[in-house]
């Protein structure tokens, strides 16, 4: 691959934040005029640069049913087997992945369409959650802040229940 311009790495810093961003836009942050903007994309593209879209959610999920837990998020079920969920942004990031998963038994693969929420404040949670386990409980929060105040909610009712 060749080397990137300065003005050619900073339009792919721009692309990387909002990869929708119009030829003038991009132009405007820049700095330079929209032909040269043009001329800066196709130049990427001769030099192998590939425009994607990330999706922010991650919208294909799946729930595999494993021996072991093969996955950042993974619970044991009662018969000692493990659900692995897993998310990617495409659909051949989500194979890559579940090809990495031995013993697998059943795959259940969806778009994810559903919303988390903060377990203190309410608020949706785009990123990732912060999560926060009490024994077979899983609370998610948005935040530090709201992460913090979880664990006192809990500690003052395990003090409540211990009296």
């Known amino acids: 691959m060749?080397?990137?311009?300065?003005?050619?790495?900073?339009?792919?810093?721009i692309l990387r934040n909002d990869s929708?961003?119009?030829?003038?836009?991009?132009?405007?942050?820049?700095?330079?005029?929209?032909?040269?903007?043009?001329n800066?994309?196709?130049s990427l593209k001769r030099k192998g640069v590939k425009f994607t879209i990330k999706?922010?959610?991650?919208?294909?999920?799946a729930f595999v049913i494993s021996e072991s837990?093969?996955?950042?998020?993974?619970?044991?079920?009662?018969?000692?087997?493990?659900?692995?969920?897993?998310?990617?942004?495409?659909?051949e990031s989500l194979e890559n992945v579940l090809e990495n998963i031995r013993g697998k038994e059943l795959v259940f693969i969806g778009k994810s369409s559903f919303v988390v929420k903060c377990d203190y404040c309410g608020k949706e949670i785009y990123d990732s959650p912060l999560i926060y386990k009490i024994g077979r409980k899983t609370y998610?929060?948005?935040?530090?802040?709201?992460l913090t105040e979880l664990k006192k909610k809990f500690a003052r009712k395990n003090v409540i229940n211990s009296e």
């Not at 060749?2 to 810093?13: G, I, Q, V, Y």
């Not at 998610?140 to 709201?146: E, P």
């Open 140 to 146: 998610y929060a948005c935040c530090s802040s709201c």
């Open 20 to 38: 929708r961003i119009s030829v003038t836009e991009l132009a405007k942050q820049l700095n330079i005029s929209r032909s040269t903007a043009t």
């Open 2 to 13: 060749e080397k990137l311009s300065d003005l050619e790495f900073r339009a792919l810093e």
């Open 69 to 91: 837990c093969n996955s950042e998020e993974c619970y044991k079920l009662l018969e000692g087997r493990f659900m692995n969920v897993v998310r990617a942004n495409t659909l």
């Open 55 to 61: 999706f922010q959610n991650e919208p294909f999920i």
């Open 40 to 42: 800066i994309l196709k």
